[in-house]
């Protein structure tokens, strides 16, 4: 037989490998797919409630690691049990269905009762395929490489529900990953680390060759100090930055709606941390939390990358692209340069749960006439996503503890 590769691009999502192969003899066929990046830092878990018989023909990717599962009918697929795949949620289930039958004539002959009760549910499996009752489809994977297609996007899709997770370590054993401890040193003299510049080295994100990261503290006035970490590739050329909170969670969620009217306002200095997610009611646009990671740039570098994160895209306005979608894109594209040129007004609003993004106030330290900034008390989701339901700061020492 004969095996093809392609390396092809997911919109909003990543760029994956599709394996398939063809037997010209007995006319069998099979593809499978795998991730063309590394495994990503945080798992992802994607819940879509399927209503509709367009849900089921949706696009998803299913690495090998990740669990399908439907709690509707107690079913589930394992992880390492099925190959990758590049399917619709309709595929997925009829994967499922083709292998439950696959015995079932060995079945039937051996044990009969067991055989019955397949059939029952190869039956209940099949039905869910007329979407006559909702269904919860969820997909869990570590490795966060998997994918559910979003028909909606860059728009919210309110049947979605996208979560990152930190993996445990019995997920990241199976993944292969071993935990690096760190050995204990004792703290010797305090550094100043604010006026320098550390290097490490790591590899490219784009061509995985040999480059080095630059990190740096940097305390931004009116708020707090982070940390910037920029990589720069000597092969490639590509540039990157990413920014963290040098801080703790703060205690309360911050919500900061800026009225965009003067163009001057795209230079005012933004800090979008990995926990904020961004919303332009206007162009009914909103990009999750995790999307673009954390970014240290100003407001018209931060809607740029966002129209980046469209165009670049070749399935969504390259040649390969639905003529409906490319126009819905295309239109999104262009109200966005409208609004960073200043000929269009909008409002722009940053949610950050965690109390650690930043929009400048050209007034500090008075109010701005346009900037609003709201203090809110986190739902117990929010809690969840950020792990401190589970977090435990006091009375946490084991008993006798106190006398030592």
Known sequence: GVTRLLLTRIPFFKEIIVSSFACDSCSWSNTEIQSAGRIQEQGVRYTLAVTSRQDMNREVVKTDCATARIPELDFEIPAFTQKGVLTTIEGIIDRAVAGLEQDQPVRRATDEEVASKIDEFIGKLKQLKEVRSSFTFIIDDPSGNSFVENPHAPRKDDALAVTHYRRTPQQAALLGLEGEELDEKPAGPAEDLRNEVLQFNTNCPECNAPANTNMKLVQIPHFKEVIIMATNCDSCGHRTNEVKSGG?????????????????????????????????????????????????????????????????????????????????????????????????????????????????????????????????????????????????????????????
Request: aromatic share 6%.
């Open 248 to 404: 703790a969670i703060e205690p309360q969620g911050t919500r900061i709606t800026l009225r965009i009217t003067d163009p001057s306002d795209m230079t005012r200095d933004i800090l979008k941390s990995e926990t904020c997610s961004v919303e332009i009611p206007e162009l009914e646009f909103e990009l999750g939390m995790g999307v673009l990671g954390g970014k240290f740039t100003t407001l018209e570098g931060l809607l740029k990358d966002i129209g980046d994160l469209v165009e670049r895209n070749p399935f969504t306005l390259g040649d390969s692209s639905r003529p409906s979608k490319t126009e819905k894109l295309r239109e999104f594209v262009g109200k966005l340069h409208e609004i960073v040129e200043g000929k269009t007004k909008a409002h722009f609003i940053m949610d950050d749960p965690a109390g650690n993004s930043y929009l400048q106030n050209v007034y500090a330290p008075e109010e701005g006439p346009e900037l609003k900034v709201e203090r809110y008390e986190r739902t117990f989701e929010q809690n969840e996503d950020l792990g401190l339901n589970d977090m435990k700061t006091e009375g946490y020492e084991p008993e006798g503890a106190s006398g030592r």
